[in-house]
């Protein structure tokens, strides 16, 4: 994984600021023969889009995506595919505070640490606005995948906002994109409304927790320590800008259990062995089970928030700032679709690297013909 | 990152199962002119070395460590490191039950799922004896770090075994070498003693959460995106067997918390920035700010218990199985030497990244001379 | 080294077909703080530019280079830097009939082969036309490397058209700009001159040799094995399409030399060691020792030409071919440019990696008070 | 590619030094099932073995290769194979002189300025030895690319020592193994026995020509640019002690051919393909044709030569040099399994990215039904 690239056959190398001319992705080792076109990967953007409601930053971007190479009539080649989105509403005027502060909690005052200097407007690399191009990559892996692995599903939602969780007990898939949170409960997502509503006329920000997991993924796909299919997801994950935790399967709480209560226990059936739970997330040593791969991570509030807060200058003087931006309440409403593009990408990634170290040689549970 | 290698310019790959007749790590990219021996090395590897207590696996490893190659006269001298640990007490017949039965929760059916054939004794790659080889490298990191970062500190500890939570409010460094459990917390360590011993008596295991703190690491280090400090940090304790979850500074938590709450706010003193608190885990963007760095994972329990549970043969048939070797009743136990050998070669690393890319051109706050 | 992407630490991706909307490179890695503008990067890509003599094809390109990002107020910000060429002249329709016949020595038949489709128009990726992405990253190579060794000096030239070589006793720097060739030698210049335009006019082509000389290039860069500075070179230039050779000071020559020949002595100066000759090229065991970097490399003749060639279809049928499009007759004239750029690249990859690796510790000769 | 390892997916790390306790190479991501002894690749070690004749090195070393991990019962299981040889033949003070004194044309001068300090005993990392690692690895290459490429065929020979070149008129496969300089032409055999003789006894030493030739691989091995599969081989022969050009198909002489000669023509038979003659090398665009792979490298002559040379002393002062160790007159006889044991490696690796990137999916000329 080298500064801006994820991947290692299906590599994805994100650039661009929300600011400059364009941003995009350029994606390399892409199977040739996928059909793709501009209007699939479009479909994936628009999900992440801001300025569709009023719980996300009313900059309002077209987010059109442009594929400049690597596909030719309609399918894939093998070569690079650069796939890029050009910027238009920049307002560059709004951020002409934060050019000489540092906003508490954000990446300004490291990347001057780092680099001495920075493009300050709109937070450059670790703007939310970098996530655009990791959700047309994955619109790309997504294509990809369904050809290669049919009934391959991925699905992303939103459990948590702020300290609200939602109750597992009511999750429907079909809810999911019938609210503007991704989530599956419909009454939590009736609450999260209003308590967002307050949040943003505050001009306050909050956290929140997405989960996204994948069914029909076959068995085999990771390597046993480095390579773990689970450290792969977890650095995917980590990797989006304003995620501080991940999890795999039961993740956290899996300290708190025992042994005996963390085995998923195994029966065979005749499509294959089934487990009574699923508390490694579909992952063992690092690689898939063939049971759902569970993956959930943290997204921290925006630090760009109207409340004064303490901080200092370039010139290294105290003082105060309050963020008067378009900024996302609820960032992590966003991250949804960047969640499961992370989690396609990787799912591809590993799909090909386990066809290119042992292509159809594994191993079959009662195939006693076997070597 | 590939298969068995972490590391973008500090690059350790390990090798070997627990019953091969050797194990080890590959060292590349080290500087030179680091001042090493064998005994210092050995030093780290004692710490995490089994059979020292009831409370750790009853195998008894001398896990001497040998340097191979790459250094002379007492000095790396940039060429490939080889650190080689023999394995002496293998007692393969231990084992022989699951040659045929996967354990529940364990890496014996995803590799032979993966690969059509494993080699069954002691679980080979996924065994927590292949964590020697990572805190033999992460002996040479830390010696490596002490020379480049004068008064760099890292420090692991166990702040949760299976439901039972340490006290931060009496946690002290001191005690933390004090009691089988690196556990800051005194009282916290007597209960864990006796719950532990209950759990061990009745074949069972249970999870622990472990944290590793680096102090003293200058701000600078990481990059925006996919090379983030925390993306890497996250790779390196999810790599580690058994981890099911990762948190950098506040982690999950802090999807519960406003943006007000969040923000860590900046004062400037003599010495630079001073911050209120570190929700951030020291890391803002993916680049280290200067703040203690602090990463937290969860080890699951281990899967080999006397517990009777559901399981299937290789040749697909139902049975049960129960695993009577000589295992850890909380391998989170051991796991504490190795978060902190892993924060080690991600730190060294980003430390020579940043070198590489940046040399002494980053920027200082409150130097108004800067071009 | 990933399929398009090139450099460890400076990392260089091109994407783009001749005949797709644009091509490009996606350039991580760069130090911050490089002053750089698309001017500057356009005053290379006009050195490379077809259609400016009748030497060269007649496609005519603008080749306009737009950087997107990474670049702020004038300076690279150390995020990754996007450098896209527009295609302009395309005239797909010269490309009809190669649609359906591979055309011997050219990459159509592979292509096929591999990926079971391929853009037909332009040769896709192995168009001579990717190499202007290589020069659009060299350029920004080059800003860094001025800032970071100031002196250092880059300088290609052509050394044999066909089997025609320039005479070594001629080589004056000051000729190289001022024929069509770059060509150190004035008179080799007009004798090729005559030379080409008679197989210009005959539909024919011819291979050419090119050495690129880097001067000013401190000791130290490179590694002893696989990480050589020569192999890194050699890569690079046999990356570039149709090179079939790569030599290295004496290069194939070294073959026929005995030890003592061979042997470059070494005496000492005031300024440092001084050497007799300099058969190694600068590059002793993969490390710079401070003497001119010497490389070459032989283009292969283009295979689009007039004559009929025997060749098949797709569909396996056997036929002639003739190609009729606007292609270089010596397609070398074109690499000169483009060979600088790569040694460009690799040159600043390696100072990167020995500053990450090494810092300011390497070895002073002379220098008594070394530990 | 990182400083001590090659490839892509087939990745092999070489670690050690002539004067070490040990040498090796952790070769990752071989396919699991292949099957594999230490006495598989003891035969080609015992190839390169110094001390086998009057016209290699005196210094004995058994070369007797362990297999540390990865390989069970007999068959590799998908994880890192450590291949370790142990020095033991190291009479560390025939060197004691050069630990002050830089050989002219060896390493020892740049090692000691990039890295401050050296293994001053046998050249640590240049030495001809780290070649046995290669050889190691490359046998494990050759047994999974038998079993996954059956009737593919690998041969290395010299076809040149110092000035004088064999006779390909003369060549003969059955002849390469029947002297001792693998040279396919008996009577060029012959007259270079006594030219090395004579070279030997007057410590002096040659270059050589190395051509290595891969037989029965398949089309579509490769890629178009950055990761061709001559880029590949390129830098695998360069990366070799000692080389210092490399050449695919007709090399450096392309230059001097037209479009007209170079063109291998194509006609269809029912096997598929076939080519009029080999200009290429077997390889165009990057990718192979499935025509015979052809690679050459030229060795230069051994810098450890009786004949004094002017050199400087680690304190900068100007002396001479004599050589007296045990070195070889033409260390390119060694070599010649060598480049077999690279060719071996890269042809596997791309052979799995190949089998990882596209699969089956590849082109069939004159398959009508293709989509």
Redesign the interface.
Known sequence: ??????G??F?V?????SH?????A?V??????IEITEAQLQHWLDMRKPGQNKYTTQRREADAV?I???V?EG?T??????L?IENTDQRSKDYSEIAEK?R????????????????YRG????SAR?TAARVAAGGLARAALAALVPGIDLRGYMV????RKADRAQFDDAQIAANPFWCPDPQAAEEWAGYLDT?RKSG??????IEVVARGVP??????????L???L??AM??I?AV?????????????????????????SKDG?VY?SN???G????????QDIVVRF????????R?P????T?????TEIVTKGRHDPCV?IRAVPVGEAMMACVLLDHL????????D???R??D?D??
């Not at 090909?352 to 292509?359: D, F, M, T």
């Open positions: 994984m080298s500064l801006n690239t994820f290692h056959l590599r190398t994100t650039w661009g600021e400059g001319p364009a941003l995009g350029t390399d080792g892409c199977p040739p023969g442009r400049l190479s690597g030719f399918r080649t093998g070569t690079p595919v650069q890029m540092f508490p909690g954000h990446a300004d005052i490291t990347y001057f640490q780092k680099y001495g200097l920075r493009d937070g450059g690399r670790s970098e948590q906002m702020g300290p949040l306050e920000s909050v956290g929140a927790v068995a085999g796909l990771g390597a046993p320590v480095y390579g773990k689970d450290t792969d977890a650095a980590m990797s800008n501080k935790g991940v999890e795999i399967g039961d993740g956290m709480a899996t300290a708190a259990l025992t042994g005996t209560e963390n085995a998923d226990e195994i029966t065979m062995p009574s508390h490694a997330g992952i063992l040593g690092g690689i898939s089970s063939g943290a997204v921290k509030p925006t630090s760009s928030i409340t807060r303490k901080t200092i370039v010139h290294g003087e105290n992590g090909l690297l386990h066809r290119g170290q042992v292509g040689a594994g191993g549970i009662g006693t076997r070597p």
